[in-house]
């Protein structure tokens, strides 16, 4: 890997994408624990491995907005603002259809799905904008989590109306999914 070759934003965006990673595999190690079908861990046995998700977790949003808002951006796959707006609209239209056409119960999640996908485009626009990603490459990434947060969203759906045992996996699949793709981006940073 060629983290040398990155500029200084580039790296808070790579060590960020790191730490979400970390913060992502916390997350996992605590819901396959605590949501066993059979001999779940409840309480503080698992419950402590949220703290170092949500410590990576913070860590990685300060430093990848930090690494975003620092990089010379010359070029863009989206207008700016269109992100962060929305984003932030659909949400709020997401979370109106799961809860009024689904009656999915509200749980962070949603957040968590929409807020991972708007910060991930929003790295790929500032990596293709500064030159790291070739316009194709950041085209196909827009696609990956635009389909990533697609399937999060419908595990996110259809959770509650799974068995105890399906329901298990479905929860790890968005997890999986932001790993995944993060780690997809940090890759393709360094070659």
Same mark, same amino acid.
């Given at each position: 890997m060629a983290i040398r070759n990155l500029d200084f934003s580039e790296r808070q965006i790579f060590w960020g994408n790191i730490l979400l990673i970390i913060c992502c595999a916390f997350y996992l190690a605590w819901w396959l624990l605590a949501f066993k079908p059979t001999g779940a861990i409840k309480g503080m046995k698992t419950g402590w491995l949220l703290i170092p998700a949500f410590v990576?977790?913070?860590?990685?949003?300060?430093?990848?907005?930090?690494?975003?808002?620092?990089?010379?951006?010359?070029?863009?796959?989206f207008?700016?603002?269109?992100?962060?707006?929305?984003?932030?609209?659909?949400?709020?239209?997401?979370?109106?259809?799961?809860?009024?056409?689904?009656?999915?119960?509200?749980?962070?999640?949603?957040?968590?799905?929409?807020?991972?996908?708007?910060?991930?485009?929003s790295e790929i626009n500032t990596l293709y904008g500064a030159g790291r990603f070739p316009h194709e490459s950041a085209v196909v990434f827009a696609v990956v989590i635009g389909v990533a947060t697609l399937?999060?969203?419908?595990?996110?759906?259809?959770?509650?109306?799974?068995? $105890?045992?399906?329901?298990?996996? $479905?929860?790890?699949i968005p997890l999986f999914m932001a790993a995944l793709v993060t780690a997809g981006i940090s890759i393709a940073m360094t070659i």
């Open positions: 990576a977790g913070l860590a990685a949003i300060v430093l990848a907005v930090k690494g975003l808002r620092s990089a010379s951006v010359e070029a863009a796959l207008p700016s603002g269109l992100l962060l707006w929305g984003g932030i609209a659909a949400y709020l239209v997401l979370l109106a259809v799961t809860g009024l056409l689904f009656q999915r119960q509200v749980t962070t999640e949603l957040l968590l799905i929409v807020g991972w996908a708007v910060l991930a485009l399937i999060s969203l419908v595990c996110y759906v259809l959770y509650y109306n799974l068995g $105890d045992r399906a329901g298990y996996f $479905d929860g790890m």
